[in-house]
């Protein structure tokens, strides 16, 4: 017996067609010409015979797939509806059980007309998956830095604890061991407080080159308040408690890796830190962070103490010791409840230690709960980010929508066909919602591979500053998000085809087809009301990405007060060893001649024209902040008088090019045991000393911290010149007053060298590094780099908000333009035969152009007026992101709408264009 | 045998006709196309088969597949209230055709 299908198979080469349309001719020739062979074997033909017999009705098997081909292009439509036919029958018998398989037919039948039609099917996964992509990248960040909870056993309950002295204008004011005992025992409402101080430290020993570390001192029970664990070895504990620092010390991962090669035995190792001996005791796992600032990178070495014994001084209220602290609530007591026990306790301390704490201070313990002291100041940024990325999808899925209402014209049939021969409106809605809903869920899953693919990618784009970056990751919360926000743009899009189904007029679909002017007018109307609102969203989108740009190219005009060109700068951090007879920088003349020596040193480096020293860098970290006294006016009316104190070498302001007002610099004579003197800013002598000439006159510096030489009264200091405002704390910052003091009268032990080149930094940092290094081989050298480097640092984050948004911006634009575009050339390809008319009629080419235009720019100018309205109320929303530009810009609301007009008007002018070329003849001719 | 243009031009006149009684498969219809017209018309399976499914395909039929306990399934035919209208459109069409002809075949020699 023959095989007939397979025979047909082999023979009848069908091409474009579903395999199941195909399946069922196969069967159906098969099955007749098996009765021709059954009819040849009846009538007494051999095997052979019957088969030949049945093989001569088809002759021309080429032919028979052509015929059949054409003839197949029509039946589609109709095969598809009687199908859905048959399984709607199938529904009804079976019940209203079979959700799940109605379901699944829905995706079986979406996937099949996905692949009827490749090319588009693409473009629009394509689109939506980079939309999606975006939207699940930046809320990687978002989840990872904003909203997780910290990384600590119960981080809900640690809090950030800072001491205020808000009489007289300062925060952050360092505190003492007792005031750190009465937060322990007094406060009651700490289960645990420790310690924190970060500084820098140099490793000196275990390699080539002396390293500069990020050091922390913590007290013994800082990782066990925070629920950490080592990777190897021990973290602190009750036995490292000691008055002055403990022999144990703890690294990072990173450390172990970097200068210990990964070595298993690395336990009991020892390393000299500013050259003290310790040991280490512990690795810390690699997702390990300190939760907090740092001053440059993550902390590396983790040391402890008591804070109650050299290098620190004998504990009294009234030296300070530390910053920083963190503590944990007790369990049941929140923040608000702990504030005011702190309030009260600080007051009652005020008043039972009334040397310590002078009145007009008003002395105060300030708590926050720790997430928020970390990411608070980068919250507003990563919230512009993420309404960016979501207005970006949302006009995307838009413009799926226009594409998907002009794909479903074309379908209108199949549906009113469908509808006719009895399924439900609402299935036939809820099957074109699958259909976007599968589309959007492939497209959701490209988005997430496209995301976790380039995430580390974007996280090296991202400023330094903005903190957890490490824990940035796709993770289940983020899953979700792709998950909900493929469903949201899927439902968007869906709804409007299936919106236009559910009020098709199914006779005149039937009839008319594809042709029908009446449904393709209320499809006109429907897909300019989305135009109109994609529009609307990317002038919005625009505005903010104008006001953003238009700040930070603002800043980059800024003028620093200083010239930052050609000056390399080098930092390096004097050592500070536990043991003073240790010290080498513990005489202040030591210090002296080694700046002296350095300076000197650098100078001579070739290519170097002139060098000089501070304390503090331009742009880099804010200075340490004093309270002043100043003479000739009431101590009460000195309250809040505030400056920051910056240690400058002789050189300084010629080096860094900021011009002198009044008086003179800093001269080599300016040392200790001589007059003490000051310099200071325009700022301070406009603010303290209004219509009067501050040189000559004098003041009095209070940093609050325990000074070592146990001085407690403060010499006077005399002004002797005033210098041009510097954007010492970043260009985004003004007002902030400034005194600078001669190094050589005061200096701490971080530092940085500047030096004026025209060298760029990488050609010198050997040499400056050796030549610092010859003074002191022991001494690391480190951020070796142009003033440029670091000014940009500092705005670093308005940078990268500021071009991801104008690039979310961009994407807006040419998307809400490709959506006018493809609305008017869908406008001209209906209304041709009108324009046919018209033109037969008289009208001439410009009376066409300026229909099809002026339909046009009527929508770009509705989109745009109703954007306007939007951003309007919109702006006020990220004006903390803005410097020196207005939320209501008057340059940006007229700019924006001008360049999406004229990019509006070239996406319109093109289809008119081509509606001007319409030949009546033909236009008429087809109907 | 008739003329092939003749053929092709009548062929779906031919099918319609035959389905007006009552359903039949595909290859009944050709054997039955045979059998009337006495071995005169006769239409192979290839060439029968693109007719039924362009007939389909205007709406003029419509298939269906029938199954038999103990035999292949055959997809059988049947006209639709289309195919009827069509049906009866095209045989006036037709009868009237003849009939012009052949009065101007036959009035030269009256």
Redesign the interface.
């Given at each position: 017996m023959p095989d007939w299908a397979k025979f047909v198979r082999q023979n009848l080469r069908l091409s474009h067609l579903r395999p199941e349309r195909e399946a069922e001719i196969v069967e159906d020739l098969a099955e007749q010409l098996d009765e021709a062979y059954a009819e040849a074997l009846q009538r007494g033909l051999s095997s052979q015979q019957a088969e030949a017999v049945a093989m001569q009705h088809v002759v021309d098997w080429e032919a028979l797939a052509i015929e059949l081909g054409r003839s197949e292009r029509g039946r589609e439509t109709v095969m598809a509806t009687l199908l859905h036919q048959a399984e709607d029958r199938d529904v009804a018998k079976r019940g209203r059980f079979s959700l799940l398989t109605d379901f699944c037919q829905d995706v079986h039948y979406a996937l099949r007309v996905m692949r009827k039609s490749p090319g588009f099917t693409l473009i629009i996964i394509l689109t939506l998956a980079l939309g999606i992509g975006a939207n699940t990248s930046i809320f990687s960040i978002v989840n990872a830095v904003l909203l997780r909870s910290l990384p600590y056993y119960d981080a809900s309950r640690l809090v950030k604890i800072t001491f205020n002295n808000p009489g007289i204008g300062l925060r952050d004011v360092p505190y003492s061991v007792p005031e750190l005992e009465d937060l322990k025992s007094r406060a009651g409402v700490f289960e645990e407080v420790s310690v924190v101080v970060s500084g820098s430290t140099n490793l000196t020993g275990a390699r080539q080159q002396p390293e500069r570390l990020e050091l922390l001192e913590v007290s013994p029970n800082y990782f066990s308040m925070l629920g950490a664990s080592p990777q190897i070895g021990r973290l602190f504990g009750s036995q490292d408690f000691a008055l002055g620092f403990a022999e144990a010390a703890v690294i990072s991962d990173g450390l172990w890796r970097r200068s210990y090669g990964g070595d298993p035995n690395i336990l009991g190792k020892r390393l000299k830190l500013d050259g003290d001996p310790v040991t280490i005791v512990g690795v810390l796992p690699a997702r390990f962070r300190h939760p907090g600032k740092t001053v440059a990178r993550d902390v590396e070495v983790w040391v402890t103490a008591g804070f109650s014994a050299d290098p620190y001084p004998k504990p009294a209220r009234n030296v300070k010791v530390a910053r920083e602290a963190i503590g944990r609530l007790k369990p049941g007591i929140d923040v608000t409840q702990a504030q005011a026990r702190l309030t009260a306790m600080a007051s009652e301390l005020r008043t039972d230690f009334p040397n310590d704490y002078p009145p007009e201070a008003k002395w105060t313990i300030e708590i926050r709960p720790l997430q928020d002291a970390l990411v608070g100041n980068v919250r507003p940024q990563l919230l512009v980010l993420m309404a960016a990325v979501v207005l970006v999808v949302l006009i995307a899925s838009v413009n799926i929508a226009n594409l998907l209402l002009a794909r479903a014209s074309g379908r209108q049939r199949e549906m009113a066909l469908r509808m006719a021969l009895g399924a439900g409106r609402f299935r036939v809605v809820r099957q074109m919602l699958t259909e976007s809903l599968v589309l959007s869920f492939i497209a959701g899953v490209a988005g997430v591979l496209t995301a976790k693919l380039t995430l580390s990618f974007i996280i090296h784009f991202l400023p330094a500053s903005v903190p957890r970056l490490a824990e940035v990751g796709v993770d289940r919360t983020v899953l979700l998000f792709a998950l909900l926000i493929s469903i949201f743009t899927g439902i968007i899009f869906g709804l409007a085809p299936a919106f236009q189904t559910m009020k098709a007029d199914m006779t005149a679909a039937i009839r008319e087809g594809t042709q029908g002017s009446g449904s393709s007018a209320k499809t006109f109307r429907l897909r300019s009301l989305l135009i109109v609102s994609e529009l609307a969203l990317a002038v919005v989108l625009m505005v903010g990405a104008g006001l953003l740009l238009r700040t930070f190219w603002g800043l980059l005009q800024e003028n620093p007060g200083f010239n930052p060109s050609r000056v390399v700068t080098a930092s390096f951090w004097l050592p500070n060893p536990n043991d003073p007879k240790t010290d080498v920088y513990a005489n202040f003349a030591e210090r002296t001649s080694f700046i002296r020596d350095v300076i000197r040193r650098v100078a001579t480096i070739p290519g170097i024209d002139r060098a000089a020293m501070t304390s503090d860098l331009p742009g880099a970290r804010p200075a340490i902040t004093a309270a002043l006294v100043i003479e000739d006016r009431a101590t009460d009316s000195s309250q809040g008088l505030t400056a920051e104190v910056i240690r400058v070498s002789p050189d300084y302001f010629m080096l860094m090019q900021c011009p002198l007002i009044r008086g003179r610099f800093f001269l080599e004579s300016d040392e200790s045991g001589k007059q003490e003197v000051a310099i200071i800013d325009e700022t301070t002598a406009r603010r303290y000393w209004s219509g009067v000439d501050p040189v000559g006159r004098r003041l009095r510096l209070d940093r609050n911290t325990g000074s070592q030489r146990g001085n407690l009264s403060l010499p006077w200091v005399i002004v002797v010149g005033i210098v041009k405002d510097m954007k010492q704390d970043g260009l985004d910052t003004d007002g902030v007053p400034h005194i600078f003091r001669p190094i050589y009268q005061e200096a701490g032990r971080a530092m940085s060298v500047v030096a004026r080149t025209p060298l760029p930094a990488s050609l010198l940092e050997s040499q400056i590094r050796s030549e610092i290094q010859s003074v002191d081989p022991t001494l690391p050298v480190f951020n070796i780099r142009s003033m440029n480097d670091v000014m940009d640092v500092s705005i670093a984050p308005r940078r990268f908000s500021a071009e991801l948004v104008g690039v979310f911006a961009a994407v807006a634009m040419l998307l809400s333009s490709i959506g006018i575009y493809g609305l008017l050339a869908y406008m001209v390809g209906q209304r041709s035969r009108e324009i046919g008319i018209r033109v037969a009629l008289g009208a001439q080419r410009s009376d066409i152009l300026t229909l099809i235009l002026g339909k046009g720019l009527l929508l770009v100018g509705a989109g745009i007026a109703i954007g306007l309205v939007l951003a309007s109320a919109a702006a006020p929303f990220i004006a903390t992101l803005l410097y020196g530009v207005h939320p209501f810009d008057v340059t940006v609301f007229v700019t924006v709408p001008l360049v999406l007009m004229l990019v509006a008007f070239l996406a319109t002018y093109i289809p008119a264009r081509r509606a001007t070329m319409v030949d009546p003849i033909i236009a008429l001719h087809e109907s | 045998m008739f003329n092939r243009e003749l053929k092709k031009g009548s062929v779906e006149f031919l099918v319609l006709s035959l389905l007006e009684a009552r359903p039949r498969?595909?290859?009944e219809i050709g054997k039955l196309i045979e059998a009337r017209s006495k071995g005169r018309i006769q239409f192979?399976?290839?060439s029968l088969?693109?007719v039924l499914?362009?007939l389909?395909?205007?709406?003029l039929l419509s298939g269906r597949w029938v199954e038999k306990a103990g035999r292949?399934?055959?997809?059988y035919y049947r006209l639709t209230v289309a195919g009827r209208r069509f049906l009866a459109a095209q045989r006036s069409a037709w009868d009237e055709f003849v009939l012009t002809i052949n009065h101007i075949a036959r009035s030269e020699n009256a």
């Open positions: - | 498969h595909g290859y192979r399976i290839g088969y693109p499914c362009r389909e395909d205007r709406d292949r399934r055959r997809r």
